[in-house]
């Protein structure tokens, strides 16, 4: 969810101003997919190397994460949204991860479109523990270890979106892209709407899909 930090510079706002609006974003996009029926749709909030960022700046993305969670959770429950949480969340505050796991318990037996959101989530971390759980229970295959990401339940990663103008994968489900159609935008987060979701949508359709085959 790339250019929060830039949008709000553009208005000479400071970063949190950004993010704030960034998290209106997150609430039309997932209702647009919601509305387009869609399997599931992931969203980048907190990435493992996020921890790098100024100590005021992680503290207002976990306040607008709790505040998120608190104001959201009915409009999930009431929709049927299943709330998924991929990531080594367990390190978060406390009252965060037990926000977390009560909501993912009140949406778990939702049939709808289901809202995944990576929170202290990095890859290549994601794979190394898929793989050591893996190698635990017997054999290292692909097989084996797909079962063990935290994306296990998810469906196949489809379309990745990557927004403004950022052209790289930043350690974000790299295993999951192995055959994903990628779609970049300049378009900065906060100005992302359910009309450029439905344009990457219809840009996905159009495209030849063979997964190596011909
Ligand atoms: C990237 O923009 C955005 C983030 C690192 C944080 C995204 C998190 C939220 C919007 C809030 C919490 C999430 C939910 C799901 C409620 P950036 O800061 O890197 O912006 P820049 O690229 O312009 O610097």
């Known amino acids: 969810m790339d250019g929060n930090g830039r949008w709000a510079k553009k208005r000479m706002m400071p970063r949190a101003f950004g993010h704030k609006r960034g998290v209106e974003t997150v609430r039309e996009i997932t209702r647009a997919a919601r509305d387009l029926g869609l399997e599931a749709l992931t969203l980048y909030a907190f990435s493992s190397e996020n921890w790098k960022r100024p100590a005021d700046e992680i503290a207002d993305l976990m306040g607008l994460l709790r505040t998120f969670i608190r ?59 898929a ?10 295959t692909a097989e084996a270890i797909e079962a063990e990401l935290d994306t296990a339940s998810l469906p196949p990663l489809d379309l990745l979106i990557r ?29 992302f709407t359910a009309s450029h979701l439905r344009d990457a949508l219809s840009q996905f359709s159009a495209r030849e899909r063979r997964f190596g085959g011909r």
Do not use: C
Not at 73 to 98: H, K, S, T
Not at 111 to 118: E, F, P, R
Not at 164 to 190: C, I
């Open 131 to 140: 793989a050591a759980k893996a190698a635990a229970k017997g054999e290292i």
């Open 163 to 191: 927004t403004s103008g950022e052209v790289r994968l930043s350690n974000f489900l790299l295993w999951q892209a192995a055959y994903a159609e990628m779609w970049f935008t300049d378009v900065l987060w906060p100005d």
């Open 71 to 129: 104001n959201d959770l009915e409009e999930f429950v009431a929709n049927n949204v299943r709330l998924q949480i991929i990531g080594d969340y367990q390190v978060l505050a406390p009252d965060i991860v037990e926000m977390i796991e009560g909501a993912m318990a009140r949406t778990a037996h939702n049939t709808g479109t289901t809202v995944a959101i990576a929170l202290n989530y990095g890859s290549q971390q994601e794979i190394a523990r």
